[in-house]
């Protein structure tokens, strides 16, 4: 019981956090008139980064991206969470897979 409570206290003396919400890059964009809007992201690279998806149109969307190897519907009038690994810097095109017209950019730098 002493190491555990020890081993905190020197965790925290050295700053380190448990938690990867304070170091994750949170992004929110929304679907709207079958746009993206952002349709650019802007996240640090080598961060996790959480993507909030919100699907403002009457009809599904899927949120798709080959590079960040996600895949997600969204529900019309729904909100979906996208957890993505720390990138290398770079740029990392999505798509709404049921209307491919509506493109966007995730750029990492």
Do not use: W
Not at 15 to 20: K, L, N, R
Not at 32 to 40: E, V, Y
Not at 56 to 76: G, H, I, N, Q, Y
């Amino acid at each position: 019981m002493r190491f555990a409570k020890y081993t905190a206290v020197i965790f925290l003396a050295l700053g380190v956090s448990f938690g990867a919400s304070a170091q994750e890059a949170t992004l929110s964009v929304t679907i709207k008139n079958k746009h993206f809007s952002p349709s650019t992201l802007n996240a640090p690279a080598k961060k996790p980064i959480k993507i909030t998806v919100h699907n403002a149109d009457p009809v599904a969307a899927e949120f798709e991206s080959r590079t960040l190897r996600v895949e997600k519907v969204v529900p019309p009038g729904g909100t979906v969470v996208i957890n993505v690994k720390p990138l290398a810097p770079g740029n990392y095109g999505f798509f709404d897979d049921f209307n491919q017209s509506n493109q966007g950019v995730l750029i990492a730098k």
